[in-house]
């Protein structure tokens, strides 16, 4: 079976008769940068896994790129194709693989090397990217995944040390990252308060918020209540004003780095308050704790908005407007 599946896996060389449309970028820029291009199918090496893909998931790190605010630690060469969560089946299997992995399973992925490469109809990633796709989630469901559920689940235990019955706090609750930091908290037995707006009160109370508190009425850094974890899924709120709402044994995460937070991260080891960026990666294990709760039926996704691979321009612009709810996926193939 093992080399059935590595025949069967062979590349076919470019040509002009067999293209990779992909998404990609020759030069740093807003969404009108990113353009239908045909490029070469990806290179597999001897530990990697080509990856046919049907959904791509579209996040701000990758309109950061795109602009290159990130240039001076992720910076590319041209033409670039961003993206890192995809979800597709095995197209092709490194040679040190095939006793492992299937040419035509079903898999999701977190790449590993910038700038991702997800726009595309192929990707190949390494093996230790990669888990196999629960039945009971569709491609798109599955894409919406890796990295924001990565980033909450990597604030969390990482830099938070969550505890069962911390009083844990998010903010931006709603958006890619915070829908799943608020069930990942709760189904580890914290009690939750999701800093949303009011439209999003219902929602995030269905995904298990004990509290909500809508930003345009209260802000949450000028209450009167402690918490033992605060959660910045948005980068919106510093870490000098939630030291007023955070205990003082309280752990403080954020997405957004700034030189004013990094200088509180490093004062945070004297103190007893810690501070921290995350900055988060791909790793197996963590893809694997992820996608068994959502095998199990306990974490699930919201997709605000799918467009297709051609409309990726569309869908970078919606994220960058900052009030989509859940995630935006591209739907590659069918």
């Known amino acids: 079976m093992a080399e059935a599946n590595a025949a069967s896996s062979q590349d076919e060389p470019f040509t002009e008769r067999n ?19 045909d490029l070469p199918r990806p290179e597999v090496g001897p530990d990697q896994l080509l990856i046919r893909v049907k959904a791509a998931s579209v996040n701000p790190i990758d309109w ?4 290159g605010e ?3 630690i992720l910076p590319l060469k041209f033409p670039a194709v961003l993206g890192f969560d995809v979800a597709g089946e095995i197209e092709s299997v490194g040679g040190n693989l095939t006793n492992q ?4 399973e079903e898999v999701c992925a977190y790449a590993n090397h910038a700038p991702g490469g997800g726009y595309a109809e192929y990707i190949s990633v390494d093996a230790d990217c990669v888990v196999r796709k629960p039945a009971n989630l569709s491609p798109l469901e599955a894409a919406s995944f890796p990295l924001a559920a990565s980033t909450a689940w990597q604030s ?3 830099i938070c040390s969550l505890r069962p019955g911390d009083n844990v706090l998010v903010n931006g609750a709603s958006g890619g990252v915070g829908i799943f930091a608020t069930q990942i908290a709760k189904i580890h037995h914290a009690t939750v308060t999701a800093v949303c707006s009011g439209r999003n009160e219902a929602l995030m109370r269905e995904l298990g918020a004990d509290d909500v508190i809508n930003y345009h009425q209260v802000d949450f850094t000028q209450t009167n209540r402690k918490f033992d974890v605060i959660f910045d899924a948005v980068g919106k709120a510093s870490y000098r004003d939630c030291c007023r709402v955070l ?5 403080f995460a954020t997405t957004l780095p700034s030189a004013e937070t990094a200088a509180f991260t490093v004062i945070s080891k004297f103190q007893r308050r810690r501070c921290g960026i995350i900055w988060a990666t791909s790793r197996k294990k963590d893809l694997q704790a992820i996608y068994g709760l959502a095998e199990q039926g306990k ?11 051609e409309q990726a321009a569309d869908a970078h612009r919606k994220s ?6 859940g995630k935006i996926v591209l739907q590659v193939a069918e």
Do not use: C
């Open 19 to 37: 293209p990779v449309k992909s998404i990609a970028i020759q030069a740093y820029g807003p969404a009108t940068r990113l353009q239908l291009m």
């Open 247 to 251: 205990d003082r044994n309280g752990r």
């Open 70 to 72: 990130l240039r001076w």
């Open 156 to 158: 969390l235990f990482d």
């Open 320 to 325: 960058e407007d900052g009030h989509a709810v």
């Open 64 to 67: 950061k790129i795109r602009y």
């Open 299 to 309: 974490l699930r996704t919201i997709i605000d908005e799918v467009f297709p691979l």
């Open 101 to 104: 992995w299937t040419v035509g």
